[in-house]
């Protein structure tokens, strides 16, 4: 069973940037899709941004495409989110996700394995 781990989350003023990472122990990540999903106060979790298994494809939001990142590194294990140009719309708590069955981690990806989550905060 792999364990997912998210951290780098804080505060950050509108306009700037955060890096999320989101390291995995217990099973390789190679071969599954990883994806970053985020849930604000008061509000359903949504989908923020998914990577394919291989690195090759990737897919995002609305509301973040041009200002997020979503990348892999296999040989450490670890997703990332790069988050640029921040808005207070993006104050949530962040979470990582994998899938072993998909090919790319979307909104609609079932069956995702957790992580427990790291806040983000943007100060206006």
């Known amino acids: 069973q792999v364990q997912l781990v998210e951290s780098g989350g804080g505060l950050a003023q509108a306009g700037g940037s955060l890096r999320l990472s989101c390291a995995a122990s217990?099973?390789?990540?190679?071969?599954?899709?990883m994806g970053w999903f985020r849930q604000a106060p008061g509000m359903e979790r949504e989908f923020v941004a998914g990577i394919s298994w291989s690195g090759s494809g990737t897919t995002y939001a609305d509301s973040v495409r041009g200002r997020f990142t979503i990348s892999r590194d296999d040989a450490k294990n670890t997703a990332y989110l790069q988050m640029n140009n921040l808005e207070p719309d993006d104050t949530a708590v962040y979470y990582c996700a994998v899938s072993s069955v998909a090919v790319i981690v979307t909104a609609t990806t079932k069956n995702l394995h957790w992580g427990q989550g790291t806040q983000v905060t943007v100060s206006s």
């Open positions: 217990g099973r390789t990540l190679i071969n599954y899709a």
